[in-house]
């Protein structure tokens, strides 16, 4: 019987261990699969950033010429120059004597440049409807002109002079807010 007892004992300690390495490599196996599942998580997380991230950089790609397309009907305090040449040049294409006198901000969302011109009547006319045809949304407010002593040469035809201000709101302008200080606030 002692045999039998200490084959018991021995048999009984040996399952006893079994059963505790299969419960500790049940409880690991557990903890490695919630480890897995979360890790899981975490990846996809990543990729979905990194695909919005391809979509977004993508898109931004395919649109850059419709953006700067549309960025050319503002003008902006960077791009106000250009915009005055632009002006200056339709005059003279006009055939008129065009000289800014002044330029006024309204808010932040116009400004209000004040011409002095002199010229024939239909050139100055004519300035007056290239003005309006720029891609910039561009409204003339004033058109103050009186006829003068004088008269130009057009063509072999003396033509009476004309002078007087001409008053062009640009609607279409924007001020660039400095980011830093926006961020600050």
């Not at 009907?73 to 294409?93: A, C, K, M, Q």
């Not at 808010?107 to 002199?118: A, G, I, M, R």
């Not at 002079?161 to 008053?167: D, E, L, N, R, Y």
């Amino acid at each position: 019987m002692k045999t039998s007892t200490h084959t018991f004992v021995v048999m009984g300690a040996i399952v006893l261990a079994l059963v505790a390495c299969w419960v500790f490599i049940f409880a690991r196996l557990t903890a490695s699969k919630h480890a897995y599942v979360e890790e899981t998580k975490l990846l996809l997380e990543e990729r979905q950033k990194e695909l919005s991230y391809l979509s977004t950089h993508n898109l931004l790609r395919e649109t850059e010429a419709d953006r700067l397309e549309l960025a050319q009907l503002f003008v902006t305090e960077d791009t106000v120059v250009s915009f005055l040449e632009e002006l200056e040049l339709l005059g003279r294409r006009a055939g008129i004597v065009l000289e800014l006198s002044s330029v006024q901000p309204i808010k932040d969302t116009s400004l209000n440049f004040f011409f002095e011109v002199s010229g024939s009547f239909t050139d100055i006319y004519e300035f007056v409807k290239l003005s309006e045809l720029l891609p910039h949304k561009l409204a003339v407010d004033k058109v103050d002109i009186r006829k003068v002593d004088g008269f130009i040469d057009e063509g072999g035809k003396p033509l009476p002079i004309w002078k007087g201000a001409v008053t062009l709101s640009l609607k279409s302008f924007i001020v660039e807010k400095n980011e830093t200080a926006t961020s600050k606030n």
